[in-house]
């Protein structure tokens, strides 16, 4: 509730494993078992205490004359910090030790080493010690390894290293990954006497760099990553020094080697207590903040009463604390943030902006909801098999670098492809599929643009025609016709629509998407029995032709009267051919033409379909006349003859 | 003159009309009687010849035994229609628990129908909604929201490349940014979308999902105000009294940065799988716009200040219609698409 969340409890003999999750920010002071310890007693209030480090130093010895450090790279390697023990005896840890380190995933291995690692849990400093008599010249170098060095690391896997990996060198060659991973060489081994332990301090995005790298992530490196506090380097090095001398005896040399040329000091803040009050939308007693500042270790250096200012320095073991903000954050955490209660904003009520774009995609959508269609979202990836049904844009399709399965390959550059596949998963429990996508394409370089798609299994193409229609009569679209598709030769074999029954749909010589049967060979590939009619619409540039506006036309007092008229064509004149005869006769008491019926059979001669329309008349004035209404007949009857090729049928 | 005994005529007619069956035997009793020729019209017809005193007499009794029996037959015959009525619509009877027609019925995808829901509900709070691409920078995805390249807090979102330099957006928080560049506070916006994580699929994890990203910069705005509008619009999604909490957490682009638990609507904070036994359930990342943010978009981060949230969609959906699986979503299958 005030910092991190355990996830679980573990009972082990007689003790417990608190398994914690430790956010990312608090992992300098965190990732360890003494921050865990302090953060408890800020919370609980109860005493922190700090495990002990009193160890006794050979005045004889001089770490000197073990190890000398040379950091090459100030940058990279902030601090180096070491010590040396002199005389110990390797040999297996105590039990506790085995078992602590056991409970926390790690493996024992020898007093020595089990000691680095335990402290590293302990401190959150990463340690390393070295076989100081296996160190040549018995110097210690940082610096970055050179082209074609490469290094077996403890547990014998080899790395080729290069200019980007931060080493810890002898005078010779790289002895470990620093920050990362110890080397074979300077192993401690069952003969090793003078043990040199490391505590440094390496810059996170070197070590993370080297870390990816490299392929290889350690505790250390994790912790390294996060960014750590260069001043616990001496704490570390003492905690094992008296445990080593404990544990496996020997002779600490007198005083130690540090490399720490800039100092990192704490940072000092100013706390506006209003601001705080503000951002946590409440008030809090300038008591209370000051008593959770304490505990948390923040020490109040000046207060200004009037302005309500606290100037406090912040430990540097805690460097996710860096702006003011930061300190709100404690602040708000360690009071509790179910202690603030909710409270509206008082801020003035500008009315929310009607998102036009959105309106459109909803109606659009209630409008094929309306039409019996059903709404289906797919992923914007897809693989080889779409790739290929759009065939003529194949240069256009953008990679994905990484992807999950070669199925999601590329970003989808038309939404057709997943619909088919819909179609593919529910085909075999129904044929009554009418599905709609409305949904973002991809093209190169950096397009991206929003698209209608839909299909309907089983079904004509006047059908999808119909619906595609209802949809731009529900958006308020007016002048859209229907283009016959023109292949260029390079997509004539590509396309996957069936040639003769396709259409490019048209607002004034805009074409803003295709409509169609998919072609037959695209449907047998695809193992369907079934035909499929869909369409494919541009929704970005449909947006540009919709409207709102709805007028009402009055509807006339007077009856209207319905002639019909039946015309024998060649089987290839369009009905929009007729229409527009028709329409060209221009007599306004003509007020709707409708086709109600196309017939092709035997009974007609060869070649010819029968189109049949209902005319209807209507005057805004007055009742129509029977001969007003056969005089504009003859019109449009004489019209229609005047192509030899076609025939008005009397009845 | 035929001598006829008037009673005994009405009483035959009476027996006669009682006992007819049909419409149209009822209509031959009518003409037997009162037709043309009936014997009633006949007894009429006959009054002329009798002398005054008895014509009166007789002409009485006769029309008095007509008007009785045309509402005799009158009776009878509609007693009989009903009858036919009846027997007609008895033929009609239907099974009226045999299925009716549907309409051919169409459905909105759930996650729509719960992305209009949020919208409304956050636009009556005065949110408008926003919406930024899909393809986005390295900077607005993460330089911008403060996290930096080379830093371990990329690790928090997997990414997926692409070959154009560009990747998919792992958040909607890039549009905070966005937006922010364009429009002075103050300002609320949300921004729902699809964002995409470069993770393996399963019952609760996809690579493409559905995000709404919340932003309120003003002057004042704080952690209690957050809590009222977050609070707010559980109760009006979920339509019940919904208790939050607020959990410290860690996203480089708030400070201070939490996590919205919201208790457990299946079992109502008594534990039981579906929060994992904790009584809660994860909900949200929030927090407080951190200042480097509103640098980022161009502001002087002094004088303003906000809250920031992140709520995946498809979780709240599957919340709401209690469905189990989030790869349901985007398999377009129908019979899980008609149950909406």
Redesign the interface.
Known sequence: ?????VEEVKRVGDDFILDISV?????ADCFSHMGIAKECSVLTGLDFQIPKTLFKEDKGLKVGSFVSVEVKDKTACPRYFAKAVSGVKIGPSPKWLKDRLKSCGLRPINNIVDIANYVMLETGQPLHAFDGDKIEGKKIIVRFARAKEKMVTLDEQKFDLDSDVLVIADEKKPVAIAGIKGGKLPEIDARTKNIVIESANFN??II??ASRKLGLKTDASLRF??GFDPNMAPFAADRAAFLIQKLAGGKVAKGSVDVYPNKVLPKTLKVDLNYVD?????DIPEGVVKAILRKLGFQILKEEKKSKLLFIKVPTIRQDVT?Q??V??EI??VFG??K??????????????K?L??FWQ?LT??I??????????????FGQEGAELLKSQKGQL???????SSE?KY?RIGLLP??L??VE??IN??KD???FELG?I?K???E?KLMLAGLMVAESFYHVKGAVDHLFEGLGAAGVWYDEYKPTPEDSGASMWHPKKCAEIKIGDQEIGFLGEISPKVIGTLGFKESIVSFDIDFEKLSRFVSEEKEYRPISRFPATIRDIAVLVPRTVKVDEVLNKINGVKEELVVDVDLFDAYEGEELPKGKKNLAFHIIYQAKNRTLKSEEVDKTQDKIIKALEEDPGWQVRKR | MMKIDLKLLKKEAEKEINSACDLQSLNEISNKYSGKKGKLTLVLKSLASLPKAKRAKVGAEANDIKRFLNSLLDLKARELKERLEKEAEEKEWIDISAPGNK???????P??QAR?KV?EIF?SM??????G???ENEWYNFDALNIPK????RD?WDT?????G?L?RTHTSPNQVRYMEKNQP?L?IIVPG?V?R?E??DASHE??FYQLEGL?V????????F???I??FYQRFFGKDVKV??????F?FV????QVDMICLNCGGKGCPSCSYSGWLEMMGAG?V??KVLKAAGLVPKGW?GFAFGMGLDRLMMMKYKVNDIRL???????F??QF
């Open positions: 509730m005030h910092s991190f969340e956010l990312p920010n608090r992992a996170p995005s993370r760099k990553e996060h503000s951002m946590l939308g409440k702006i903000e930061d709100i954050e708000g955490r943030y179910e603030i209660d909710p409270v509206f904003p008082l801020s003035s009520a500008v009315p929310p902006k998102n774009d959105i909803e959508k209630d094929f909801k309306e039409a019996g269609f059903c709404e289906v979202y797919n992923y914007s990836f953008i990679e994905v670098k990484n992807p999950l999601q970003l997943n619909l596949k819909n998963r529910n429990y129904t599929i009418r599905i973002k991809f190169r370089p950096k991206e | 309409p051919l019925a169409g459905h909105l995808h996650l729509t209009r919208n636009q005065g949110f408008s909604v926003v919406e691409p899909e393809m080379d830093h371990p807090a928090l997926f490349y692409l070959e154009n560009l998919l103050p609320r699809v995409y470069h393996a699929t690579s493409n309120m003003d002057k004042t705005v704080s952690v209690a105000n809590k009222a509008i609070g707010e909490r607020l959990i410290p957490s860690y480089p400070e201070p940065g939490f407080m951190h200042p200040q979503s985007y398999s377009g299958d129908l019979r698409l008609k």
